[in-house]
């Protein structure tokens, strides 16, 4: 059974912070799926990760290519894992069930801590996965470092 990470930005947006977390989750062996919930946002996110330099190459896609099963890291709007991801990450507020945080290795919920409504959105997210038994962990950069500040164990 995995967890949900939840990551509360202050200091550095998504597309800086949605990188690393994405090499981390590679350099563990994992396939991730991208979840958000605009396709124009994930197209912007598909161009900032090609873009990222020459120290660094993530190889991912965009969902609806006919080679999604092969991607290490997927970007989409849907509920679908064509690759067989065990790593999700939840961006711009895409929702997570209880059941994927359960079957998972690693779900990372992003949101952005200067949006009130996505903070709102995070404390949902929160609530309703620990409600239903699911590990989860709070990590806040409010400091500039990210640290741990809250865990609920789950069932």
């Not at 947006?13 to 949605?18: A, E, I, K, N, R």
């Not at 290795?105 to 959105?121: K, N, S, T, Y």
């Amino acid at each position: 059974m995995g967890a949900a990470y939840f990551y509360h930005l202050t200091q550095t947006s998504m597309d800086v912070t949605l990188p690393r977390l994405l090499e981390k989750a590679r350099g563990a062996g994992w396939a991730i799926v991208v979840r958000g919930v605009e396709a124009g946002r994930m197209e912007w996110l598909d161009q900032k990760l090609w873009l990222l330099g020459d120290e660094s190459f993530l190889a991912h896609g965009l969902a609806g290519g006919k080679h999604d099963a092969l991607q290490p890291v997927l970007l989409t709007t849907q509920t679908e894992i064509p690759n067989g991801a065990t790593c999700l990450m939840s961006v711009d507020g895409a929702n997570i069930s209880a059941d994927e945080v359960k079957t998972a290795e690693r779900v990372c919920i992003l949101f952005d801590g200067h949006d009130p409504d996505a903070v709102q959105q995070a404390r949902s997210q929160w609530k309703m996965l620990t409600d239903a038994g699911c590990a989860a962990q709070y990590w806040s950069e409010e400091t500039g470092n990210w640290q741990k500040k809250a865990e609920s164990g789950g069932s």
